[in-house]
């Protein structure tokens, strides 16, 4: 019986730092990433093509490194030097576990990772391997969540992913309240305006409402969810 193909053939999925750090306080997780890699590789085998942008918060944060005589361009440029640091990590992870991988970056780093063009992307994709770009936008005062919208558009994903630790998207912070309700769909409108909804800074959102490109916010650890995603079902929460 041939197999369903899925909802959705072009996906970005934007992943933290901190979720990449795992069990430790610092740098990458092995087994998170090997996690990682076997979920990804569920939905490439049914067809969808995956595109990777990895934040650099579990190594430095640009924003608060700022000050004390290091400038906010500065620190900027070495939150985006861990965030390649993070997708060099996870190519070699991902390629030992049969998922085959390339990491583009927009730093001029040509020793550890080729050079990002939306040619050499497309190629990759093309081929069926998962795209992993680093280093942001190479531009400060743009986090890695604008990155993720904007490099989505660019190559024409259909979902902008952004995982997190919890299901979803709340009316309140889940960590702080005990009561808090998850929402099945928010609509850009709300997302940018309510103070209360912080899983994507309002830049991203911003973007993404200007172009209708919409976001689903979900638990990206949970076995499956991103191939249910990636096949249209109800997971996380929809943000359009």
Do not use: W
Request: net charge negative.
């Amino acid at each position: 019986m041939a197999m369903a193909e899925p909802k959705y053939k072009r996906v970005l999925l934007k992943l933290s730092g901190e979720q990449l750090a795992g069990k430790y306080e610092f740098g990458v997780d092995p087994e998170i990433a090997s996690f990682l890699a076997a979920e990804i590789k569920k939905v490439v085998d049914e067809g969808c093509q995956v595109v990777v942008i990895a934040g650099g918060g579990n190594m430095v944060r640009g924003a608060e490194l700022a000050g004390h005589g290091i400038r906010r361009v500065t620190a900027d440029q070495m939150g985006m030097l861990s965030g390649l640091i993070n997708c060099m990590a996870l190519t070699d992870i991902f390629e030992a576990n049969h998922v085959k991988t390339r990491c583009l970056s927009n730093i001029f780093a040509q020793q550890v990772a080729e050079s990002y063009s939306y040619r050499l992307a497309e190629k990759h994709l093309q081929k069926g391997r998962v795209v992993i770009v680093a280093g942001g936008t190479a531009r400060p005062y743009v986090t890695h969540d604008t990155a993720a919208v904007s490099f989505a558009l660019e190559l024409d994903c259909e979902l902008v992913l952004k995982a997190t630790k919890f299901e979803g998207v709340y009316d309140k912070d889940p960590a702080q309240f005990q009561d808090a309700v998850k929402l099945d769909k928010v609509s850009f409108q709300d997302a940018v305006e309510n103070n209360s909804i912080k899983v994507m800074d309002k830049a991203a959102i911003g973007l993404a409402m200007e172009q209708h490109k919409p976001i689903v916010v979900f638990d990206v650890m949970e076995p499956d969810n991103l191939l249910k995603v990636v096949n249209g079902e109800s997971v996380g929460t929809l943000i359009d």
